[in-house]
C-alpha cells in the first residue's frame, strides 16, 4: 500500500497492529491492546454554504462541540461528510478516516484541525487509510509526514461538549 512506502520513504517507523475491521471507537478499544499512544477520534466534516471541508481530530473520549467549532473556523455551520463525498475527496471509507489521510488531499481541499492535547502526544494511534490496522507513529513524525506533503495543522484546544 502506498502509504508504507511513503512512510518508509521519508524513513517513518511506526509499529503496526492488524485487527478486523472498525467503525467506531468503542470498537477498536474493545479490539486493540491498550497502546501508549493517544487515542483519536477523526471526524470528517463540512460548512454547506461554503462548502469547506475539515478533518477534525480529537482525544477518542471527547464530544466535540460543533457549533462552537464553526464558530471558532469562521463558518455558519458545521454538518458531517457524506460516505459518497468521503470517497470522492479522500478516497476513504466509513470508519478509515485518519490523520494520515492527508496524504490523499492532493488538491488541498480539506483543512486538518487538530485538538492540541493529541498534537503534543508523544505518539498517536491512526489508521494507516484502512479500518483494518492501527499504526503507532510519534507525532514529531506525523508533523514531518505534514511538512513533507506541504500540509500544516490548526491546532486549537477544540470546543468539547459539556458532560451531562
Same mark, same amino acid.
Given at each position: 500500500?502506498? &502509504?508504507?512506502?511513503?512512510?518508509?520513504?521519508?524513513?517513518?517507523?511506526? =509499529?503496526? &497492529?492488524?485487527?478486523?475491521?472498525?467503525?467506531?471507537?468503542?470498537?477498536?478499544?474493545?479490539? =486493540?491492546? $491498550?497502546?501508549?499512544?493517544? %487515542?483519536? %477520534?477523526?471526524?470528517?466534516?463540512? $460548512?454547506? %454554504?461554503?462548502?469547506? =471541508?475539515?478533518?477534525?481530530?480529537?482525544?477518542?473520549?471527547?464530544?466535540? /462541540? =460543533?457549533?462552537?467549532?464553526?464558530?471558532?473556523?469562521?463558518?455558519?455551520?458545521?454538518?458531517?461528510?457524506?460516505?459518497?463525498?468521503?470517497?470522492?475527496?479522500?478516497?476513504?471509507?466509513?470508519?478509515?478516516?485518519?490523520?494520515?489521510?492527508?496524504?490523499? /488531499?492532493?488538491?488541498?481541499?480539506?483543512?486538518?484541525?487538530? /485538538?492540541?492535547? &493529541?498534537?503534543?502526544?508523544?505518539?498517536?494511534?491512526?489508521?494507516?487509510?484502512?479500518?483494518?490496522?492501527?499504526?503507532? &507513529?510519534?507525532? $514529531? $513524525?506525523?508533523?514531518?509526514?505534514?511538512?513533507?506533503?506541504?500540509?500544516?495543522?490548526?491546532?486549537?484546544?477544540?470546543?468539547?461538549?459539556?458532560?451531562?
Amino acid at each position: 500500500m502506498a &502509504i508504507y512506502s511513503l512512510l518508509d520513504r521519508l524513513a517513518i517507523p511506526y =509499529l503496526r &497492529i492488524d485487527h478486523p475491521p472498525v467503525f467506531t471507537c468503542e470498537e477498536a478499544s474493545r479490539l =486493540l491492546p $491498550d497502546l501508549p499512544a493517544a %487515542k483519536t %477520534k477523526n471526524l470528517f466534516l463540512r $460548512d454547506p %454554504k461554503s462548502e469547506r =471541508l475539515f478533518l477534525v481530530v480529537s482525544p477518542e473520549e471527547s464530544r466535540v /462541540d =460543533l457549533k462552537a467549532l464553526a464558530a471558532r473556523l469562521g463558518v455558519k455551520r458545521l454538518s458531517f461528510g457524506s460516505p459518497e463525498r468521503l470517497e470522492a475527496v479522500l478516497g476513504l471509507t466509513p470508519g478509515s478516516v485518519t490523520l494520515l489521510a492527508m496524504v490523499r /488531499d492532493s488538491e488541498h481541499a480539506v483543512e486538518l484541525v487538530v /485538538d492540541e492535547r &493529541i498534537w503534543q502526544a508523544e505518539q498517536v494511534q491512526c489508521h494507516p487509510l484502512v479500518n483494518t490496522a492501527t499504526l503507532l &507513529i510519534r507525532l $514529531d $513524525d506525523v508533523r514531518r509526514l505534514l511538512t513533507h506533503l506541504g500540509r500544516e495543522a490548526c491546532v486549537m484546544a477544540l470546543p468539547i461538549v459539556a458532560a451531562d
